[in-house]
């Protein structure tokens, strides 16, 4: 059975550091797809980043890029330059197999 | 374009009562997903429909939970009757790509659900 885990309930950064966030999976499934969402206070789900199993190239959406190790079953977010406005719960998601998993989210808090 | 619509944002029930959740896909979009958020158990996924067809229901809690999708713009999720350890926010979302494995999923604003 397909499981996604992210081992971090919280972490905490400075304003304009990076921060990495952990998640690792686990698929019997050699295509799928990985996501990150955001959940800020408002609950509203938003997409930050996606990554298709079958690249090799990580992907990068502007301060947000992901290390995906496909071997490892790893897929982390670095947020760099940290926002204020991206203190939020972020999920990392695995849809596969007719499956979609979530994990259990880390709340990022970021310091003035 | 308009998101994935939800009606209503907050229900408030008393136990026994029947709720409908309702939910509007984006426009073009053939999968359709229910989930059930809350503290303990976090962000669950329900029920998956692709094209009008539900893929996968091993999500739904029990029998008094069922979900409908007569059409490609409609989707119901119902609860009867509804019981307090029903309170939770339930999210709809859709997706353009459906089968094995669906990309991205956007999602409503949920409907925060309290049943006393």
């Known amino acids: 059975a397909q499981t996604v885990t992210q081992s971090q309930p919280e972490m905490s950064v400075q304003e304009a550091e990076t921060v990495t966030l952990s998640c690792t999976y686990d698929?019997?499934?050699?295509?799928?797809?990985l996501f990150w969402y955001k959940q800020p206070p408002s609950r509203q789900m938003i997409l930050v980043i996606r990554?298709?199993?079958?690249?090799?190239q990580n992907a990068t959406e502007n301060r947000f890029s992901v290390n995906f190790q496909k071997a490892a079953k790893s897929f982390s977010l670095k947020i760099s330059d940290s926002q204020l406005g991206d203190a939020a719960m972020y999920f990392c998601?695995?849809?596969?197999?007719?499956?979609?998993?979530f994990g259990a989210g880390t709340r990022l808090f970021v310091k003035a | 374009d308009a998101g994935v619509i939800q009606s209503p944002r907050h229900e408030v029930t008393e136990m026994g009562q029947e709720v409908t959740l309702r939910c509007k896909p984006i426009?073009?979009?053939?999968?359709l997903f229910w989930y059930r958020q809350t503290m303990m158990r976090g962000l669950e996924l329900l029920i998956y429909?692709?094209?009008?067809?539900?893929?996968?229901d091993s999500g739904m809690p029990e029998d008094r939970f069922s979900a409908k999708m007569p059409n490609a713009s409609f989707s119901t999720l119902k609860i009867q009757p509804s019981e307090p350890r029903d309170s939770a926010v339930y999210f709809c979302?859709?997706?353009?790509?459906?089968?094995?494995?669906?990309?991205?999923?956007?999602f409503g604003p949920g409907t925060r659900l309290t049943v006393l």
């Open positions: 698929t019997s499934e050699s295509d799928y797809y």
């Open positions: 990554q298709e199993a079958y690249k090799q």
């Open positions: 429909f692709n094209n009008n067809v539900p893929i996968d």
């Open positions: 979302a859709s997706s353009l790509a459906g089968g094995k494995h669906t990309d991205t999923q956007y």
């Open positions: 426009s073009g979009h053939n999968s």
């Open positions: 998601a695995y849809t596969g197999g007719f499956k979609t998993i």
